[in-house]
């Protein structure tokens, strides 16, 4: 079936720094990618999608690409923020609008 | 536009007892979601309504959990009786008709079980 994998945290980073997080994923079909955010005692929020191969979806200075051939939407940001402190997750939707999570990647940014 | 509205945020109740969350989807969306998410853990799809039909709930713990979606609006899901691994936060998520669509999250509520 489909599922995320995504790189597990924590993760802590100093200001400014560049920030990485892998997500792959395994789809039958041809999904759309997600990366939704979760800041300290909310829901999550979206960030950032791509519904097709190539695509990019960027917000907040937060980029990533949709990748076919490795079946990959890592998560990019070239210089992180205290604010940006919280918990990402990769997702996918099918064509039955059925999400799949993963497990999510803590990340600390310290000054 | 108004978001996905759930209540009540926070609840705390003893092992044994019941409790029900409520949740309004964002206005016209078809499908709605109830995940839980244990600390720590990634969001578990609960059940999927696509209107006031049951699109997936393989993951609803039935003897215990039970949801419904009268009039294909807004949505209670039930725990009863609850366990201590029950405690969690309660994502409700709405998206609109159509395949792959964004899915929107409210605020959650957070269950603790004592």
């Known amino acids: 079936g489909d599922s995320v994998t995504q790189m597990e945290g924590p993760v802590t980073l100093s200001e400014e720094a560049f920030l990485t997080i892998n997500c792959t994923y395994t789809a039958t079909g041809y999904p759309s990618l997600f990366w939704y955010v979760q800041y300290p005692g909310e829901g999550l929020q979206l960030l950032l999608k791509?519904?097709?191969?190539?695509d990019k979806g960027s917000n907040k200075g937060f980029e990533a690409t949709y990748r076919k051939e490795t079946t990959s939407f890592h998560l990019e940001k070239g210089s992180v923020q205290v604010s940006d402190s919280a918990v990402y997750f990769c997702?996918?939707?099918?064509?039955?609008?059925?999400?799949?999570f993963g497990t999510g990647t803590s990340l600390t940014v310290i000054p | 536009e108004a978001g996905v509205a759930q209540s009540p945020r926070y609840k705390i109740i003893e092992k044994r007892q019941s409790v029900a969350f409520w949740c309004n989807p964002i206005s016209g969306h078809a499908t709605l979601y109830w995940y839980q998410q244990i600390l720590g853990q990634g969001p578990k799809l609960l059940i999927q309504?696509?209107?006031?039909?049951?699109?997936?709930d393989s993951q609803l713990p039935k003897d215990r959990f039970s949801a419904e979606r009268l009039k294909g609006v807004d949505s209670t899901l039930k725990i009863q009786p609850a366990k201590l691994e029950d405690s969690a936060v309660y994502l409700c998520a709405s998206s609109p008709q159509g395949a792959r669509n964004t899915i929107y999250f409210g605020e959650g509520s957070w269950l603790t079980v004592v």
């Open positions: 791509a519904t097709k191969a190539d």
């Open positions: 997702a996918l939707s099918d064509t039955g609008n059925q999400f799949y």
């Open positions: 309504f696509q209107n006031n039909g049951v699109v997936d």
